[in-house]
């Protein structure tokens, strides 16, 4: 556990899905903003080869392997940061995805993607503004995601999940006004991360221009909280797509979304 001494003033952010990713990018560009760590995700070993990296950095990190979707593990973390009185960013990462048809697919995992995209962030994001509020200042990240602004088939659960972290932040943005907290919710396009290996998509499918590095999202990210903006979208493309995704009729929504689900 990290030691809050007299000597040591630096200020402590939370990543959850800190092991890969946009999560261990936080991680890293944090580190490096002079914040210590405490790196939240299933995979311990993992966690422990972060945590000694980023000492190379000057930063102190906690290892808490949790799985969120757990209600045990749930309560752990957010006992963690209630007890954590320099926690000045949380950052609630830690996602998955489901390529697969809503009715189809096993409802054990819909639930999951359920658990760790809403239940999880609304219980660690009140935990955190607790001490937040009180001290008038922190901030807390959502990873949204484009998908939030997405409206068909295929990843039903993953666009409806993110959709409700966007609009979650705004209302949050708009309740803090005056206290000195900050929230953000962070919508990425496709990025260059495990995820959508894990999720088994063939990459060559979406054409390399759209893709973005973990690291540029995360710079603008952090570039885009420092401004004050709520809706953070990283690259001049993919403010385009949602312009265009806002425009877009259902039925349209709806045929492309089916091509798409044909190919993954």
């Known amino acids: 556990m990290i030691e809050s001494t007299e000597n040591n003033k630096r200020p402590i952010a939370l990543v959850t899905g800190a092991s890969a990713g946009l999560g261990l990018a936080f991680a890293r560009a944090l580190a490096q903003r002079g914040y210590d760590l405490i790196l939240v995700a299933r995979r311990a070993k993992r966690l422990e080869a972060i945590a000694a990296e980023l000492s190379a950095l000057g930063a102190a990190a906690e290892v808490l392997p949790a799985d969120l979707t757990n209600d045990d593990d ?11 009185d320099r926690l000045a960013l949380l950052v609630n990462n830690a996602g998955f995805g489901l390529g697969a048809w809503y009715h189809k697919s096993a409802l054990a995992s819909q639930s999951a993607m359920a658990r760790l995209h809403v239940l999880a962030p609304t219980h660690l994001t009140h935990a955190a ?16 995601s484009v998908a939030a602004y997405l409206r068909g088939t295929g990843g039903v659960m993953y666009s409806a999940t993110k959709a409700f972290l966007k609009y979650f932040t705004l209302g949050l943005a708009a309740e803090l006004t005056g206290t000195g907290v900050r929230v953000q919710a962070l919508c990425p396009g496709f990025t260059y991360t495990e995820f959508h290996d894990v999720m088994g998509m063939d990459r060559a499918l979406v054409p390399k221009f759209l893709w973005l590095r973990a690291d540029y999202v995360v710079e603008q990210s952090l570039r885009d909280l420092d401004r004050g903006r709520v809706i953070s979208i990283p690259s001049m493309r993919y403010k385009l797509v949602v312009g265009l995704l806002r425009i877009t009729p259902q039925w349209l929504m709806n045929r492309m979304s089916r091509q798409r689900l044909g190919k993954i």
């Open 74 to 84: 749930l309560a752990r973390v957010v006992d963690r940061i209630r007890s954590c």
């Open 129 to 144: 503004l607790r001490g937040m509020v009180a001290r008038g200042r922190g901030a807390v990240i959502n990873v949204s």
